[in-house]
């Protein structure tokens, strides 16, 4: 059964700093990763999806890798933004049989302006 | 835009009714659709799967009598919650997984439905 880890569960940085958002699985055989903000009593908006050949993708301020064989993916922001406060989730997607994401308990970030 | 849309976006009900949520897939045909429930700040809890015209998959613990799911076409899912209790009471996000940007399998999420049982 994947598991998966974020690691903080919680970060503050002033605006404008560059941060580091990790997510560790358990389960190294996955199809792709996304990444996924979630505001407060909102769904989850997909940033970026990472297929399992790739190391890393890029969608403007937010760069995501992937080294899969030893399970981990990180989430870097550059020039962090008071916009960007919410909870980011790293979900690994596993296929053979179980075709569906599984989900970390995020990190909640909170940028100060 | 929204790719996926789920109505109502909240709603309220006494103990003992039944809730329906649709949820739709926009402008892509969703070969599979999901239901989760979210407790406050609890990450998503995967209740359901289903595929269009065939019976749902349910996660252990969660009960199929009480949580029905019709995956009725590529765009639509419903979730009915029979006899809502006070316990009910959750975030409910349905989420369609189809091929819509840059040609891969990918999974996305409605924006949620509150649901509060009184």
């Known amino acids: 059964k994947q598991e998966v880890t974020q690691i903080p569960a919680a970060l503050s940085v002033p605006e404008g700093e560059n941060l580091v958002l990790n997510c560790s699985f358990t389960?190294?055989?996955?199809?792709?990763l996304q990444w996924f903000r979630q505001d407060p009593g909102k769904g989850l908006t997909s940033l970026l999806l990472i297929q399992s050949s790739q190391r890393e993708q890029t969608s403007g301020r937010l760069n995501a890798s992937l080294d899969k064989s030893s399970g981990r993916s990180t989430l870097y922001i550059a020039a962090s933004q008071p916009g960007d406060s919410a909870t980011y989730l790293c979900a690994p997607y596993s296929g053979a049989g179980s075709y569906q994401l599984t989900f970390g308990k995020g990190t909640k970030l909170s940028v100060i302006p | 835009g929204a790719v996926v849309s789920q109505h109502p976006s909240w709603v309220i009900c006494k103990s003992g009714t039944s809730v329906k949520i649709e949820c739709r897939s926009l402008d892509f045909q969703a070969t599979t659709m999901f239901w989760y429930r979210q407790f406050p700040k609890q990450s998503l809890m995967l209740m359901a799967t289903?595929?269009?015209?065939?019976?749902?998959?349910?996660e252990q613990g969660v009960e199929k009598d009480k949580f029905l799911i019709n995956h009725a076409s590529l765009t639509l899912s419903t979730l009915t919650v029979t006899s809502a209790h006070p316990e009910d009471s959750s975030f409910y996000i349905c989420?369609?997984?189809?091929?819509?940007?840059?040609?891969?399998?990918?999974?996305?999420f409605g924006p949620g439905t509150r649901l509060t049982v009184l």
């Open positions: 389960d190294s055989a996955i199809y792709n």
């Open positions: 289903s595929n269009e015209g065939s019976k749902a998959t349910y």
């Open positions: 989420s369609a997984r189809g091929v819509k940007r840059g040609g891969y399998n990918e999974q996305f």
